[in-house]
């Protein structure tokens, strides 16, 4: 029994270390991928598309409608987002909110909202479609919020278009529906989509800070107002 | 015999903790500070910064606690990753060093339960946090616990060429 110690203690660390991340799986980075590979236009996109995209340092397929900011800003940052993931609710609520107040509508960053609906989320392709159509009538901020704040009660009913209904005029409304059942802005959804798969993103949220010159880090997950302050104000002062 | 044997069964254990357990430390400190993954390279304090980021990610502590626990991790990782290879006072870092990696499985295995998509945020460098993240800093954790438990052990009795060295004298 002693002796037999040392072997299936031997036994159990050889069995653990089979489970390390090969160094190819963990390196993954998103970083240096990005830095060459999510200015490349997406295949997919701009010819399809029916609504004009536009590009902006380098940045293809921006939909203008779901942008925050001034297109010169020294910084572009793209936010790749689920309607129905909570740690996008939160990012949205908590920090984006005081990043575009503080940031974008002083001319320093220029947010572009891409949607990155998961497959598992049974209801955040038709949020993103709703919330799109809402942007080209001029109601992105106000639906984004609905949405956010309202999450946990439209995911267990899929009453999207009833949370969009509290904040939009009936005419509004009847707008959005028909953007929507026209299908005429689901590729600039599935474009954003593609860009993220693109840059590696498999996670929500995940934000992509571009510099002017070329850096790119991307930074998953929730991140704090003041965490996000500190890293702006840095690459700001470059 | 086994038990008198110069490198007996717990001096491996603890030979191989020390070793192991300060690659990892003194590499994950050096990986947050410095950022070898990133093109180009970017100054400490910005690496810092997003580590603080990566902390945030965890959903555990404000932006005020990340910061500071970014700007003071990857320092402690190095220094009691150097005390432990030094072998100093080994109980005591071995002890520290075991808390620490309590600390950061609890974590993972929090984040993971929970089901947060994040990065690890172990080396700084994007690293999805997986199952393999659970199991390796449980394999960690468990070289931590036996090498302070032998160090502790160890400390009890002479090492047999000291004892053999003071017979003789």
Known sequence: MKRSLPLSLTLAMVGFAATLPKPAQAQQTPVAAKTTSARKPVAATPAAAPVATITVNGITDIDPTKTIGQKNAPLVMEVFTDFQCPACKQLYTTTLQKVAENYANTGKL??????????????????????????????????????????????????????????????????VEALVESQTLD???????????????????????????????????????????????????? | MLQSAPFNFRRIIIWLGRIV???????????????????????????????????DSYQMVSGNVSKWVAHTLPFAEIAIGLLLLVGWQLRIW????????????????????????????????PEPLTLGTVFRDGALLLLAVLMTVFAYQEARRPHPWIAAASERS
Request: hydrophobic share 50%; with cysteine.
């Open chain 1, 110 to 175: 220029y947010i572009i909202h891409r949607d990155f609906p998961l497959q598992q989320h049974a209801y955040s392709r038709i949020a993103a479609n709703y919330a799109r159509a809402a942007a080209h009538i001029g109601k992105d901020e106000a639906v984004e919020l609905v949405l956010f704040q309202n999450q946990e009660k439209w995911e267990a009913n899929g009453d999207v278009k009833g949370t969009l209904a509290t904040v939009l005029s009936p005419a509004e409304m009847k707008k």
């Open chain 1, 187 to 238: 590729t600039l959804v599935e474009t954003d989509r593609q860009h993220g798969l693109t840059a590696a993103v498999n996670q929500t949220p995940t934000s992509v800070i571009h510099t002017k010159t070329g850096q790119v880090f991307p930074v998953v997950g929730f991140v704090s107002y003041e965490n996000f302050k500190a890293f702006l104000d840095q690459l700001l002062a470059q």
């Open chain 2, 21 to 55: 357990l300060a690659g990892f430390f003194i590499y994950a400190g050096y990986a947050k500070l410095f950022r070898p993954d990133l093109t180009p390279r970017v100054p400490p304090k910005m690496a810092l910064t997003l580590f603080a980021m990566q902390i």
């Open chain 2, 94 to 125: 071995a002890t520290i060093i075991t808390a620490i990696v309590a600390g950061f499985f609890f974590v993972v295995v929090r984040a993971y339960a929970m089901g947060l998509q994040i990065n690890c945020g172990c080396f700084a460098k």
